[in-house]
């Protein structure tokens, strides 16, 4: 494998997107900056792209013009053409990254650049006149930021030095030294929660929740936060685990609870990446179980929306 992973970084991070006027990712007008590499591996995931800690390429078959230069240029023989257009045999594929230099017409493209922090903040401080109007700022989300911790704490402290505010959107699933660390920087935390109950945690996420949970209650000691769920049917819509949910953003104090309706959009990516999707079976939720699952927390006596 020829992808550099994080162990090798000096002062750079690896990002996949850099978003502008994001409204989603907490309050205002925001930048919000994806960075590459996941600890968990929700099955839902809307960005796969964001789940290998080293860059890859994603085909866009579409845009192909069959000019064959991705097959001359590919060292191990991983692409052919048939009558079905360009293909891509993902098995022999090392991520060499070479057919996507050589495309024309980004038919194939590279996902994940390493920057510096000096990059990013250019990026970022481009709209600084939108955060001031609209009360937004700079929001990192992932995959999971915190992988790559010692980055987004220095990103964090010069967006703070320049009065940028700053948001994290996190799993929750690192450290909590290093979470530490990184919220000396952050103004707000953008924490999902998926599931109450581990063996389900495990089931959809890869992970258990026991560490995530413990986190989250300390994170909202120190923070500014709001829970997030994104509400998966038949995974975690169920009563009793939206009862839970509840309870706990309750008991930990968060300032409100955001439920994030599951949507199928994500499952054209993982062909692009050479994988299978696994909830082709699965369709976003109803207005009814979102409404239903938004008065229930609400009944806790938390501010609660739908889609924030
Ligand atoms: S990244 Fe492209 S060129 Fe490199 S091995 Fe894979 S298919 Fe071949
Ligand atoms: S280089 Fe790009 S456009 Fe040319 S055949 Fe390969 S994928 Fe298609």
Known sequence: MSARGFERLNDEGLVFNIQKFSIHDGPGI????????CSLQCKWCSNPESIKPYPEIMAFDIRCIGCGKCMQTCPVGAISF?????????????????CAWVCPAKAIECIGTYVTVDDVLKKVEEDSIFYQNS???????GGEALLQWEFIRELFKRCRDRGIHTALDTTGNAPWRK???VLEHVDLVLYDCKHMDTRKHREGTGVGNELILKNAEKVALRVRTWLRIPLIPDYNDSEWNIRELAEFAS??????????PYNELGGSKYPKLGQAYRMEETAAPDVESLQKAKETIESRGLKAEIGR
């Open 135 to 141: 009360g937004g700022g700079m929001t990192v989300s």
């Open 30 to 37: 925001r930048t919000t900056v994806f960075m590459k590499g």
């Open 82 to 98: 048939s009558e079905k257009g360009r293909e891509i045999d993902w098995a022999k594929c090392t991520l060499c990254l070479e």
């Open 179 to 181: 979470i530490e660390k």
């Open 251 to 260: 008991r930990i104090n968060v300032e409100k609870v955001s439920i994030l």
